[in-house]
């Protein structure tokens, strides 16, 4: 059973467009959602994060949009970067433990 | 700056190989995981340890065996490596909260 769905599998978006990455989320806890973003030939790092007390979190450039009743949260980047491409996981916390499911990632380009 | 070490980029083994894949972090984390990355299918769990010597299988811990003698250190063990396992491997490590994953770098490993 898949507890996340990420969408899309890829994006391309011309440079300072804003870039919209899809997440939706079950059989999950509820405390905590992450970004991560990865480079080729790096591993991901995390990028921004929500606690879903908020509907929205906004890091620079980056925000996350929380809907609880859709059990959904998306990346939004804003004037999107040709620094920006690389791929995105999303995360939601497990029932129990401490192993977070991840989405399947989205690969991101943005043309100049 | 604190880190997840892999101690291999990339690594060429021939099928039916034992294969180690050795982890080390520097953040006294209790949590550490190993996980595999394929195109279009994300970030997938093989194994995981919440403590020294504790181990508990992810979603695909078929051919595969972990070890944690030491709290900084967790490895993935390959018994007889096969082509299948050709893949991108990542260590990570969390605090206890299991809050923001620290990624190392990668192991590219192809088996052939």
């Known amino acids: 059973q898949q507890q996340v769905k990420q969408s899309p599998q890829s994006l391309i978006v011309q440079k300072g467009g804003i870039s919209i990455i899809n997440c939706a989320y079950e059989?999950?806890?509820?405390?905590?959602f992450p970004w991560y973003q990865q480079f080729p030939g790096k591993g991901p790092a995390l990028l921004i994060a929500?606690?879903?007390?908020?509907s929205e979190k906004k890091e620079g450039r980056f925000t996350i949009s929380f809907n609880k009743s859709a059990k959904q949260f998306s990346l939004h980047i804003m004037d999107s970067q040709p620094g920006d491409s690389a791929t995105y996981f999303c995360a939601a916390p497990p029932l129990t433990g401490n192993q977070f499911y991840f989405g399947t990632g989205t690969s991101l380009t943005v043309i100049p | 700056d604190v880190k997840v070490t892999q101690s291999s980029r990339y690594l060429v083994k021939r099928t039916g190989e034992k294969v180690f894949l050795e982890c080390v972090q520097d953040m006294d984390h209790e949590n550490m995981f190993w996980y595999r990355q394929d195109p279009g299918l994300g970030l997938r769990l093989i194994y995981f340890?919440?403590?020294?010597?504790?181990?508990e299988k992810g979603d695909i811990p078929e051919g595969y065996s972990v070890s944690r003698e030491k709290k900084e250190r967790f490895s993935l063990i390959l018994e007889s490596a096969s082509t299948n396992q050709t893949s991108m491997y990542l260590c990570?490590?969390?605090?206890?909260?299991?809050?923001?994953?620290?990624f190392g770098s990668g192991t590219r490993l192809t088996v052939v």
């Open positions: 929500i606690r879903p007390d908020v």
């Open positions: 340890s919440y403590d020294v010597k504790m181990k």
């Open positions: 990570a490590s969390s605090s206890p909260s299991g809050y923001g994953y620290t």
């Open positions: 059989n999950t806890a509820f405390d905590y």
